[in-house]
């Protein structure tokens, strides 16, 4: 008896998270089914019940299409294979096959289509993450490669092809910091068994980082724009807004009204991170209070924009656009560094060290690991005069 193959849509009739739902390849014979995930989540607005197929209001639609085709299309070439053979091939041992001979299939399938439909990545992340995979077929000669290859020889290669185009130290470790993400995501849905990226380190080289002073934070606070037009003046109060606050850019740019809450001592921030997902709860009236008044300079920055109205606190700036203005900036209020929009988060970080506890510092950053809030306490000056002045020299 032959075994059909049809695509159905969220079989279980229940959304994740994300308001999503799997993908999955039916297999039928002789009133007998079973399911395999595609590992493709849609939500139900993107598919089209009549044609059994992802809607084109699907940014990728074509390329998803395309590649669930290619799953049935291989699993009918199996079926028709077995068949030529005269083997058995039925739907009690098509699972076991499928892994033998699907599942044991393309890296770079499986890398397109997590980063397609991975609903939390970042912009900047995703293109990251597709540089690494554009970087994978470059070192392959555009040509497929499938997990069985990924060994410690083919991670060592990799690297070595990288390091012999002249990249930086970092961008390498980035590179083999991505590759090593999605080897763990593999291993967790059962593609591969181990990570042989731990097996090599790369070491990332120590950036200085550049921060400003509380006095020249000042000084852009009380630069003269009049002459300029408003863009100037909005980057300059978002820029402030983060020293202030310690935001990322992704969050200041996209920061909401109703993540806005006023309780009795004042204004708060609460809402999940667009970078690491994670919850953040900043209270605005603790942070930089001006004397002699009850509102803080986040406080005030703040009102100036706030409308509930408005899809965003702030207008709308690109990353590099609010870069470009930050140059004029800092060149009017005589500083000499390279400032960035992430400068203010450093500053915020390296000024706060030396104030609040480790572990506070750590929940007002949103960091995961207390080594990465230790990199702004070894970057605080301050702190370490203070602690070597305590040092007792007496033997």
Sequence with gaps: MKITFTTIFNRKNKLNAAGAAPIEIRAYENRKRKFFSTKIFITPSQWNKRLNRINENHPYADALNSQISEQIGKLEKLQADHFHDNKPFTIDNVKK??????????????????????????????????????KLLEFKNNADFFFTEIDY??????????????????????????LKQYINLAIKKG????????DIKVKPDQKKREILTLDEIKRIETLDLSKFDENINTVRNLFLFACFTGLRIS????????????EKEGFILDFITIKVNKRAEIPLYSLFKMPGTKKSKPEIILEK???????????????PFINRHLKVIAELANIHIKVTF????HSFGTYMAGKIPLPQLMYLMQHSDIKTTMIYVNTNQEIVKQGLMKVDWNY
């Design 305 to 319: 924009y706030y409308d509930k109205k408005k899809k965003y606190v702030f207008p709308v700036l690109s990353e």
């Design 191 to 198: 593609y591969m068994l181990n990570n042989p990226c731990n």
């Design 342 to 345: 992430h400068t203010a988060r």
């Design 251 to 262: 969050d200041a740019t996209h920061l909401k009204p109703e993540y806005v809450k006023k």
């Design 153 to 178: 020889s083919f991670v060592d290669d990799f690297l070595n092809f990288l390091r012999k185009q002249k990249l930086a130290t970092n961008t390498v470790h980035k590179q083999h910091k991505n």
């Design 97 to 134: 096959e499928i892994e033998k001979n699907i599942n044991n299939g393309s890296f770079v399938d499986f890398v397109k289509t997590e980063i397609i439909n991975n609903q939390v990545l970042a912009p900047k992340t995703k293109m990251s993450h597709n540089n690494t995979l554009n």
